[in-house]
């Protein structure tokens, strides 16, 4: 379906004759998993101390031993880490990459929003595109991983935990449904996500309040039908003398939520919200997350009380009020570590911009976080939010063997990537971009 | 009584307050000296432990153990680098309206009409250590209007802002914005021409040959009216005017363009009828005719790695910039965006991490630059003794993600410092309580719901979109 | 300068033949002698106690020591102050209703919105510009004597009024009217006075579409009257063998306006507004009014420098929300302005800007003296609030020899007040203009037959030219005293001037957002099956509809 997408917008548009070769493609087949050992780097596990020169065993996808004193097992393909240092690799938890290819004029490449405001069936993962252009674009940055939702509407769907590599979503998915998305309605305004932005202006004090106690309604009823769905699907397990309930592709999706065994993501920016959101998910015992959450910091004696996390994504949007401090965005970060509330930092963005979340932490840097902090604000914090951390997040025995390996600071502008592991596979670093330059910098 | 009395303190509390606490304090200090930092000057290197004395808002000394008179301000620099204000060529900030969409040649409107000084967006940007903006009008139209070159002097009137003696400019723009791409079409309603980059061309090339014969019918005037006093002398149109003023050399063009076919139709239109293309405004192709852009002689003022945003930026690449260097074009990063305009450091150092510029180099895309593409390169863009004291001090390197402005100083005044921002907080909140007192200020029981703020988008502008101003 | 003559003004000058009889009759017996008041001549010190004498329309003697003639009609004024007629310096008194829906920009230019045009705003015939840019559409042509938007400002004391077209870029020409008279012509004190300016762009696809394109037409539109002028001026001289320039009634409506003869009235609120009418009018050399000038003391320096007075505006602003704690804040900069348009009157006097009250829209004024009073209470002394409703709007609008003090000669303008005419008790006594006496009732306001029909909460949608605008209206009704508040895309604010009659008509004023400029929209309608429809009238834009169904009872 996809294919035959992108293959239309390819006859319709003449611009697209001139694409060249697409690398992301990988010529159809991943990258095998393969049996390294890199030495002699600098690696910064995130969850443990940095450790100055250092080996990491990788093999069968996962790192097999990690440390100073690591000998490097016979068979093992050795890697130079001289000079260069080991990073986990960045997670952004709030993108929508492979959903997007081209947001404006190509309605075709957009796969973001159902129609109707409760779409919780709708799964990211179904429409990821593994061959977009802009995937390989974000992971020869350092990206290895993102949280890919759908957007729109209250319900909008459930996101998904991929790895940027694959020739399918099954490849790519390490968790094919992990968060259920929910606009938190914002008062004055239709829903709470991107779609909330061409709302209509509040109007009068009564009708604002209760359009949204509407709205917040139809998610209540939605999500208590779902319960009690699941509590007949469930008696009917134990007891076939009952009547058998129909399946219900609605509903069905929103039991492990509903029952807290999954989180559920409030899209949630201004303070209102994000209080709107705590109560609601207390109400209906959810397990939230909060993403968005500009507002957060006024919030973090809550957030850090009910243990909540915020993945932030407006770190560099202009504040929303006009009297806002100048950085009231860049310091949400450093605010929230102070407050001990979790959070963790991502760029917010459809997918072209993902490349550029090591500058999301780094302005949060500038502004009163830890360096190391910042680190961690886009491995280790993102995988502990998602509940993969695990597998993620950080350079530890057992993990999956996502690295980037740069020659300096993860975060800084000037820093290359030299090697790039996805899921153990080494990762060739050229993207659509590096091949168009290769095509043209040397035209005379 | 009661009521009076309470009025009264209120007054008393009102009148004692700052009236506009954002407005910049003058005078400035006659002669102003930063000690002891790392100065990146773009023309001559970075200078380490180097002091920069600024008199009378220029640059007066640059040097080790330089003396200032004794009412100088000092501004201690250690540890902290000095680079000259960031000069964004593409800017729609404190523009009220940044379109005439209604015709597709409007050179006849001018951006400075319309200038909004009080826009807390030019704050922001002054934080991040810009000075100097090109506010262009929007790409709704192959010819747009005229363009005002700004110094960000927050605080004051739009006068203060003018740039004196940058070049006049004006813009172009190509391709999907003026094509109405993303407008619907409505029954009923005709079409605005152009619909093509075929109309487009077409358009430009009607709009000079009419300049051009508007100059002849004027010239052939002024002949004839040497010999006969009673002539009526053409009509005067502004339409055509600053066309004229291309033509002649002293009009500045900036076209917004994307594609490599229309960027090259542009160049070739304008070597036909004898005038030079200033910058290429996002120029996402540019890359793929970099030669015939150095060869036509224009600047380039692009992005540092947006992309995909539409269909016409799907072959950006972020190595742009290096390749049109290389290739002896003028380079600059602009923002085209409120959001992006406080961290065009950033940008410029992308081009060091995409396509290996030195490091003067990717100085240069934001400062000096600019200036040469807005002709205001012998005022600003380096720091050298003579030209404007417009700095931006830095607590690191502007390159590292990790360092913030700390002062910013136009013509040797200060218009943004951290530590006086962080001082004045309070304040405000002091002046906010006083002022919800007020009579006037006072909620209505009956009254609607308060506004909530928008959620302001940060990506593209892409100068088409009418942003909200606050 | 030819004046555009319709048939309206025919019809007007039959009128004038029958009405004309009667007022001869009557002002016969209008001589009149208000004695033992005290009398503030504004020319001259006040008179603690003394007799004013008016015949035949006219002020003949004032003083403390003049005896009542002995054919006057004698008011005792004892306990009485008699002031100079006030002047309201800016109003859209006396012009028909607004007409619905704009019209796009060109004559020919079709599209979509024209269809659902019925009539267009008063525009001058054969004209070579669009509706919106016709200098030569003169209110004279169109004003009406009569309603109750006359009555109810003649009710707070208000003799004389400056009333301008309704909108447009140029929007026309305005004339001063008394408020009293039975044909157009008996009000016209003097026509024209100003040419006006707004800077709302046209709406529904023609140029200027934008504020942008605004500023250049006016721009292009005065280099075009010069070069008429000059062509004009040329032929005259020698037309032999000289090609005829083309009539353009247009452009010669502009030539007293370039040549700096008729003042230019330019609507400008804010400090950029008026930086920018400063600006224009520097660069043409124009005779320059600002009217609106909220924030004209932020420009005190120009104002005073480039001799341009200010028509201010007492509609004060004012907050129109409630307090909800999940809000956001209101931002300092509209927290201030608040607070400091109440001292603008004040730092103008100080500054030597001349000035002169208008109500800005709050025709039914109850509010006028109220806000004049704040102003006093913020700096303005009130000797010079006086003078703003008086001498100074006469000066301004070069009427100084007829209006504006009691002087011997003078048009017999009186507002006659019981106790000081901005003390919180005072009311207005007597009210005489052209020297008769007009009837006045106290304003509306607690008094009535208590139906509150209006009350609640209204959804309106409003068309101004481009599609529907759901607004929602929170009425509140007294007899026929309305107020309330309106919030929706068009902004929030309180809702002033409202009044409701027993025959179902609403009408009121409110401030909304247009093209990210404020403006006074005035909403005339009435209420029928539970449905108030009627028109929208905006002070330099082109008039739209509106039709507002009820959204809840109120509790």
Not at chain 1, 388 to 411: H, Y
Not at chain 2, 183 to 201: A, D, I, L, S
Not at chain 2, 436 to 452: D, V
Request: with cysteine; aromatic share 6%.
């Amino acid at each position: 379906m996809i294919r035959t997408l992108l293959a239309l917008i390819i006859c319709a548009t003449p611009l697209f004759a001139q694409q060249i070769g697409n690398p992301t493609a990988q010529d159809g087949v991943i990258p095998p998993r393969g049996f390294f050992a890199i030495r002699n780097a600098k690696i910064v596990t995130v969850s443990g101390p940095d450790i100055e020169n250092g080996t990491i065993v990788i093999r069968d996808g996962k790192i097999e031993a990690v440390g100073a004193n690591v000998s490097v097992p016979a068979g093992a393909q050795t890697i130079d880490g001289s000079g260069l240092s080991v990073y986990p690799g960045m997670i952004d938890a709030g993108t929508n990459m492979g959903l997007v290819e081209v947001p404006q004029g190509a309605s075709g490449t957009v796969d973001l929003s159902e129609v109707g405001d409760l779409n919780p069936n709708a799964k990211a993962i179904i429409a990821v595109n593994p061959h977009s252009a802009h995937i390989a674009v974000t992971r020869v940055e350092g990206i290895t991983n993102t949280l890919t939702a759908p957007t729109g509407g209250l319900i909008s769907g459930q996101a998904t935990l991929i790895n940027l590599l694959g020739t399918s979503p099954k490849e790519m998915a390490v968790v094919p449904q992990l968060a259920l998305v929910i606009n938190y309605p914002r008062i004055g305004f239709g829903g709470g996500g991107f779609g909330g932005f061409q709302q209509q202006a509040p109007q009068s004090l009564a009708e604002t309040l209760t359009a949204n106690e509407r709205q917040i309604d139809q998610i209540r009823k939605l999500l208590r039908d779902a319960e009690a769905y699941g509590r007949a699907q469930d008696a009917y397990a134990k007891d076939k003398s009952l009547p058998r309930p129909d399946r219900n592709v609605v509903l069905e999706p929103l039991v492990p939520y509903v029952r807290g065994e999954q989180p559920v993501i409030f899209r949630a920016d201004r303070e209102a919200e994000i209080r709107g959101a705590l109560r609601f998910a207390d109400e209906m015992k959810l397990k939230p997350i909060i993403l968005g959450g500009n507002d957060a910091a006024k919030v973090a004696t809550l957030l850090k009380e009910k243990n909540v996390p915020v993945i932030l994504t407006g770190i560099f949007s202009l504040p929303a009020r006009e009297d806002d401090a100048y950085d009231a965005l860049y310091e949400t970060a450093a605010k929230l570590q102070q407050a001990g509330v979790r959070y963790c930092i991502s760029t917010g963005d459809a997918g072209a911009e993902v490349r550029n979340l090591a500058q999301y932490a780094g302005m949060a840097a500038a502004f009163g976080l830890s360096r190391a902090d910042a680190v961690k604000a886009v491995t280790l914090y993102p995988a502990q939010i998602l509940n993969v951390a695990d597998r993620l997040g950080s350079i530890e025995t057992g993990k999956m063997a996502n690295l980037v390996i740069t020659d300096g600071d993860l975060l800084e502008i000037r820093t290359r990537i030299r090697y790039l592991l996805i899921d153990g596979r080494p990762v060739v670093l050229s993207s659509r971009h590096t091949e168009l330059n290769d095509a043209f910098k040397n035209r005379k | 009584m009661k009521q009076f009395i309470s009025r009264l303190l209120f007054l008393a509390i009102i009148t004692t307050l700052p009236v506009n606490a954002a407005r910049a304090q003058r005078p400035a200090a006659p002669e102003t000296l930063i000690r002891n930092a790392t100065v990146l000057t773009v023309t001559h290197g970075t200078l380490q432990n180097t002091d920069v004395l600024m008199r009378n808002g220029k640059i007066a000394a640059i040097g080790k153990n330089l003396n200032a008179s004794a009412n100088a301000r000092v501004i201690d620099g250690t540890g902290k680098y000095v680079m000259p204000g960031i000069i964004d060529c593409h800017s729609h900030s404190m523009l009220d309206t940044i379109n005439e969409g209604t015709l597709a040649v409007t050179s006849m409107v001018r951006t400075e009409d319309v200038l909004n000084p009080t826009d807390v967006d030019l704050y922001r940007e002054l934080a991040g250590g810009v000075t100097t903006l090109n506010l262009l009008h929007g790409s709704a139209n192959p010819i747009g209007g005229l363009n005002t070159v700004v110094k960000i002097k927050y605080g004051r009137p739009a006068g203060e802002f003018l740039f004196p003696g940058a070049m006049p400019g004006i813009k172009f723009a190509l391709g999907e914005n003026v094509k109405r791409s993303s407008q619907p079409n409505q029954p009923g309603v005709t079409r605005r021409y152009p619909n093509t980059r075929m109309g487009v061309e077409e358009v430009i090339r009607d709009a000079f040959t009419r300049a051009r014969d508007y100059k002849r019918t004027w010239d052939e005037y002024r002949e004839a009216a040497k010999k006969d006093k009673n002539l009526i002398p053409p009509r005067r149109d502004l339409q055509l005017e600053p066309l004229v003023e291309i033509l002649e050399g002293k009009r500045y063009v900036h076209a917004h363009c994307y594609i490599a076919s229309e960027i090259l139709m542009l160049i070739n239109l304008a070597d036909e009828f004898g005038f030079k293309i200033k910058t290429f405004q996002h120029v996402l192709e540019g890359y793929k005719v970099a030669k015939e852009i150095a060869a036509h002689g224009a600047g380039a003022s692009i992005f540092a790695d947006s992309w995909a945003y539409k269909i016409e930026a799907y072959d950006a690449i972020p190595y742009n910039a290096a390749i049109m260097t290389r290739a002896g074009v003028v380079v600059s990063m602009n923002s085209d965006s409120d959001e992006r305009a406080r961290r065009l450091n950033i940008e410029a150092a992308k081009a060091m991490h995409w396509g290996d510029l030195t490091e003067e180099q990717a100085l240069k895309l934001v400062t000096l630059n600019p200036a040469i593409q807005l002709g205001i390169q012998d005022r600003v863009g380096s720091i050298d003794v003579g030209k404007d004291a417009d700095l931006a001090i830095w607590n690191g390197h502007p390159f590292s993600v990790y360092s913030r402005v700390d002062t910013t100083l136009i013509d040797g005044e200060v218009f943004f410092d951290r530590e006086k921002d962080l001082a004045r907080r309070p304040e405000l909140a002091k002046e906010r309580a006083a002022l919800e007192q007020a009579e006037p200020n006072r909620p209505r029981t009956q009254g609607q719901s308060p506004p909530t703020s928008r959620r302001r988008p940060s990506g593209h502008e892409d100068d088409d979109i009418e942003i909200e101003k606050p | 300068m030819p004046k555009v003559r319709s048939r309206l003004i025919v019809v007007s000058a039959l009128l004038f033949l029958f009405a004309g009889t009667s007022y001869a009759q009557r002002s016969a017996i209008d001589t009149y002698a208000i004695t033992n008041a005290r009398i503030v001549t504004v020319s001259g010190p006040v008179i603690d106690r003394g007799t004013v004498v008016v015949r035949n329309g006219l002020i003949v003697a004032a003083g403390a020591n003049i005896t009542a003639p002995s054919d006057a009609r004698v008011i005792d004024g004892t306990g009485l102050t008699v002031y100079p007629g006030l002047i309201d310096s800016y109003t859209n008194l006396a012009l028909p209703e607004a007409a619905p829906s704009p019209s796009p920009g060109g004559a020919g230019g079709g599209g979509f919105f024209l269809q659902t045009q019925q009539q267009r705003p008063a525009a001058g015939p054969n004209s070579t510009q669009p509706v919106g840019l016709q200098p030569e559409v003169m209110v004279e042509d169109v004003i009406r004597p009569g309603g109750t938007e006359i009555e109810a400002s003649r009710n707070v004391g208000i003799t004389t009024a400056l009333t301008s077209p309704r909108s447009g870029i140029w929007m026309g020409q305005s004339a001063l009217i008394n408020l009293a008279g039975e044909t157009p012509q008996q009000m016209i004190v003097r026509s024209p006075v100003a040419m006006h300016v707004g800077f709302t762009p046209l709406r529904g696809g023609g140029y200027p579409g934008s504020l942008l394109g605004v500023f250049s037409t006016l721009r292009q539109m005065m280099l075009d009257a010069q070069r008429y002028r000059d062509s004009l001026q040329m032929y005259e001289r020698a037309p032999r063998g000289m090609r005829r320039p083309e009539t353009d009634r247009s452009l010669a409506a502009l030539i007293p306006v370039i040549d700096g003869r008729m003042p230019v009235v330019m609507l400008a609120n804010s400090e950029r507004e008026i930086a920018r009418a400063l600006d224009l009018g520097a660069e043409f050399k124009l005779k320059l009014i600002i009217a609106g000038g909220r924030e004209a003391d932020r420009v005190a320096d120009r104002l005073v420098k480039q001799n341009v007075p200010v028509l201010l505006s007492l509609n004060l602003p004012k907050r129109t929300t409630a307090a909800l704690p999940e809000a956001d804040p209101e931002p300092l900069r509209v927290l201030r302005e608040r607070v400091e348009a109440q001292q603008t009157a004040g730092k103008l006097a100080k500054a030597g800007v001349r000035f002169a009250f208008q109500s800005g829209s709050l025709t039914n004024v109850s509010d006028l003296m109220g806000n004049a009073r704040i102003t006093i209470e913020n700096g303005l002394q009130a000797v010079d609030a006086v003078r703003a409703f008086t001498i100074w709007p006469a000066e301004i609008l070069g009427v100084q020899n007829q209006l504006g003090s009691i002087e011997v000669g003078k048009i017999a303008n009186l507002t006659v007040t019981r106790g000081d005419l901005f003390d919180r008790n005072s009311r207005v006594a007597h009210v005489f203009i052209d020297g008769r006496q007009v009837d006045i009732r106290p304003p509306a306001g607690g008094v009535g037959p208590g139906r509150n029909t209006l009350s609640g909460t209204w959804t309106a949608n409003v068309n101004l030219g481009q599609g529907d605008r759901a607004i929602t209206l929170t009425l509140q009704q007294e007899g026929e005293r309305l107020t309330g508040s309106m919030a929706g895309p068009l902004g929030a604010g309180e809702i002033s001037n409202g009044s409701a009659s027993n025959t179902g008509e609403v009408k009121f004023t409110v401030s909304v957002n247009v093209e990210g400029q404020t403006k006074e929209a005035t909403f005339t309608g009435r209420l029928a099956n539970n449905e108030i429809r009627g028109n929208v009238a905006i002070v330099g834009s082109a008039p739209g509809t509106f039709t507002a169904t009820r959204a809840t009872q109120p509790n």
